[in-house]
Structures are given as structure tokens and as C-alpha cells.
């Protein structure tokens, strides 16, 4: 779902600086665009506007972001929070790092490369979520329960070389060759080509999303974790901002991840209330929720969220470390780059 349509393309970042921040600019500035900012109701005009670009359209993962802007966490901390849907996949990095937007919901492996490779003025001010989310996905018939039942089979990715790496390692982890899978690109059609028989797994899909999802629609499924064959655990999404942010405005990041610990919270306490307020504010023409598997999602979500401390937004430099470790192995890393370079702590 969401990550595969937000993968960045890295080679092409530095294009889309420009256009795609003035894109974005233009239908923010008119509050009847899909793609517009959600606005604080009764917000005083000395709020600080904070803009937020998701990494998709809404789903259960923001759901904590619309509860605190509801519940006026927001507003309590000095804060009003627009939340923008990107109209290009790279959009919650390049909107962050050129100065048009204050924070974005983005990829870990990809901030890694951008900042390493082309030097990207962005960094993490806490990881959304503490573990992966990131799957492969075969219906039960398939009888793939790890990369040995992929020899001789097809994997369908969105053509990245990120996802390339994490099969070859899975697949040489397993103590099998790389080139017995073959990789097939099937663009953003990751349910629909296993449904349909194009491929017999993929790469790509979110075990909090179409799991539930394709169960709903009557489909048995088997998954299991690329962490769990040799590639390094990570956190799926992550809060980004730019450099200049952070150096001058740290104080109102602390409020943004201040308030939004109290919407997670919330998530907790009532998860069914949170996920009305987020069905709320759903995009029904590009994305539609369905309640029973943005419920669901909630459940996978909900012991993720946080660290094993209770810790909303935490973050530990062995992590980034790791992935680094293995994007450089992989080939993927031009440069050397250290875990302080990527992570800012806004809180102290």
C-alpha cells in the first residue's frame, strides 16, 4: 500500500525539490483541495501553523494526529497542525527539507539514502513506529511460509533496488540462490496481481493494511517478515523535519510530538472512539476506509507504536546503525553517513 507509493525513487529527489513543493504549496492554499491542509477548528490566529505531510492518505496509523487536533492537544502546546496528503511519493522528505513543510511521515531506509547520497538536510525526530510493518504476502493456496517456498516462484515489487536487496538477502539468509525467484514489476497492483495470479507473492505490502484487507474480501494469506531472514529490523515510519527546523525551531517539534503522544494515548484508552474521529476525516475519494479493517489495523498497530518502555516517538542510534551497516553492504549507501547525522532528540 502507502509505502510502495511513497519508496523514493533516489536518483530523482533532487528533481522533484522544486516542483513538487510548489505543487503541494498551490492546493494547500485552497482549503477545498482533497490534497489541502485539514484545519484545527477554533485555532486563534497565534497559533504557530505546523504543516504535516503524510505518507499517504489517512488510514489507522495517523488516526493519534486527528484525535489530538480534535481533542485540542495541539492548540494546548501553541500549535495548529495542517495535515497535507502528498501529491508526489517523495513529498513528506522534499516539502520537509526545502522549508515548505514542518514535518513529514516518512521511511527510514529513505532518509538514510537520501541524506547519505545526496546530502538531503533532513533528520528523524522520533520513529512512529517501532517495528517493521513490511511483508511478503502469498495467499495461503501458495504455500509460502518462508524464502525456501520461493525458489522457482515470482515475486511481485514495485521495482525498487531497495526491494531487490531485502529478497536477495532473504533468499541467501535461507541458504538459497537469489536467482531461483524472479522478481516481477507490477508497479502500485500488489493485491491484485497475486489475486490474480500474475505473481505468487510480493514485496511491499503492510501487514496492519492489506492483511486485514484481504481477508475482508475473503482471501486466506500467509506472510512473513524480511527482518526475519537476515535484513535489519527497522522502523517502518518515521517523523522527519529539516535541519533548519531543528536548529530553530526545536521548541515546536517538542510541542508537535508533546501533543501527538497524548493522541496515541487516546489510541490506547478508546481505540474504537480515535478510529471515528479518523473516519471522519477520511479521504473517501482516493482512499475510503473500511471501519472493520482500519479496526484491525488499529490491533496491529496499537504494541508498535511505542517503544518497550512505553516511550511514544523513541528512537535508539543501534537501529540506524544496523541499517546503514546493511544499506552500505548492499551497495546502496555512495557515502559514509552516522546514526547522530540522521536523529535529532527535540525533547531535551
Keep these: 500500500m502507502k509505502k510502495i507509493l511513497a519508496i523514493l525513487m533516489c536518483g530523482a529527489l533532487l528533481m522533484g525539490f522544486t516542483a513538487c513543493g510548489q505543487k503541494t504549496t498551490e492546493k494547500t492554499a485552497s482549503t477545498d483541495s482533497p490534497e489541502g491542509a485539514q484545519e484545527e477548528s477554533g485555532a486563534s490566529a497565534d497559533l504557530k501553523e505546523v504543516n504535516v505531510v503524510l505518507d499517504w492518505y489517512p488510514n489507522a496509523v495517523h488516526a493519534f494526529i486527528y484525535d489530538a487536533i480534535e481533542k485540542g492537544y495541539y492548540a494546548e502546546e501553541g500549535i495548529k497542525v495542517n495535515v497535507q496528503f502528498p501529491s508526489n511519493t517523495n513529498d513528506a522528505m522534499s516539502l520537509t527539507a526545502a522549508g515548505k ?3 513529514g511521515i516518512y521511511y527510514l531506509p529513505d532518509v538514510i539514502m537520501a ?16 517495528s517493521d510493518l513490511n511483508i511478503i504476502l502469498s495467499l495461503k493456496e501458495k504455500n509460502i511460509q518462508s524464502p525456501k517456498d520461493l525458489v522457482g516462484k515470482t515475486i511481485g515489487y514495485s521495482g525498487t ?34 489475486t490474480t495470479g500474475q505473481v505468487d507473492a510480493t514485496i511491499g505490502c503492510m501487514v496492519n493494511h492489506e492483511v486485514p484487507q484481504m481477508e475482508k474480501e475473503g482471501f486466506e494469506v500467509n506472510y512473513f517478515y524480511p527482518h526475519e531472514y537476515g535484513v535489519p529490523g527497522s522502523y517502518e515510519l518515521i517523523f522527519v523535519t529539516s535541519d533548519d527546523m531543528i536548529n530553530n525551531n526545536a521548541d515546536v517539534l517538542a510541542a508537535f510530538m508533546r501533543a501527538s503522544a ?6 490506547k484508552a478508546d481505540p474504537e472512539a480515535v478510529l471515528d474521529i479518523l473516519l471522519k476525516n477520511q479521504n473517501e475519494e482516493n482512499f475510503p476506509l473500511d471501519k472493520d479493517v482500519e479496526m484491525r489495523s488499529m490491533e496491529v498497530l496499537l504494541p508498535v507504536l511505542a517503544s518497550s518502555e512505553g ?28 546514526p547522530e547525522e540522521l536523529m535529532a532528540d527535540v525533547m531535551n
Excluded: H, Y
Design 161 to 194: 533496488e531497495l526491494s531487490e536487496a531485502m529478497v536477495r538477502e532473504m533468499m541467501e539468509t535461507a541458504g538459497v540462490s537469489a536467482d531461483s525467484v524472479t522478481m516481477v514489476d507490477v508497479g502500485f497492483d500488489l493485491m491484485s496481481s497475486m
Design 115 to 130: 541524506r547519505a547520497n545526496q546530502d538531503v538536510p533532513i533528520r528523524c525526530i522520533g520513529a512512529l513506529t517501532q
Design 262 to 267: 497524548k493522541g496515541f494515548e487516546d489510541m
Design 101 to 103: 513543510a514542518e514535518v
Design 311 to 338: 516511550t511514544f516517538g523513541a528512537q535508539e542510534a543501534s537501529v540506524w546503525q544496523a541499517n546503514i551497516d546493511w544499506l552500505k553492504e548492499k551497495g546502496l549507501l555512495k557515502n559514509e553517513i552516522t
